[in-house]
């Protein structure tokens, strides 16, 4: 399984960006999809999620009304698109799968839960 992130780059302040996470050797159309961030000298944290059939969304409350995901299971492909970036923003962004039948918990899954990540994209966000 492969996921590989990219779109990140440095943006001014109520600029925008759009992710992409190509994902390969996996069934994507069955997979919870997620996006984290992690900043310097802080914790990961989840911005963003979608289910296997799009037909649930979750969002950071930091990021949302700002931020949209959306997939494209023809494609294995899953967005992230950033509107109004902020200096908070800033981070590496990394895409994360986990199974639909292979988690039981509620949703979002938290971090332990994804099997499978990509390397992470830096998105930095300038004042």
């Known amino acids: 399984v492969q996921l590989q992130a990219f779109g990140g780059g440095f943006v001014q302040a109520g600029d925008s960006l759009r992710l992409s996470c190509a994902a390969s050797g996996l069934t994507f159309k069955s997979y919870y999809m997620g996006w984290f961030r992690q900043a310097p000298g802080k914790e990961r944290e989840f911005v963003s999620g979608?289910?296997?059939?799009?037909?649930?969304?979750s969002y950071a409350n930091s990021v949302k009304g700002r931020f949209t995901i959306s997939r494209d299971n023809d494609k294995n492909t899953v967005y992230l698109q950033m509107n109004h970036l902020k200096p908070e923003d800033t981070a590496v962004y990394s895409c994360a799968a986990v199974h639909g039948g292979r988690y039981s918990g509620t949703y979002p899954p938290p971090a332990s839960a994804y099997p499978y990540w990509g390397q992470g994209t830096q998105v930095t966000v300038s004042s």
């Open positions: 979608i289910t296997w059939s799009s037909g649930s969304l």
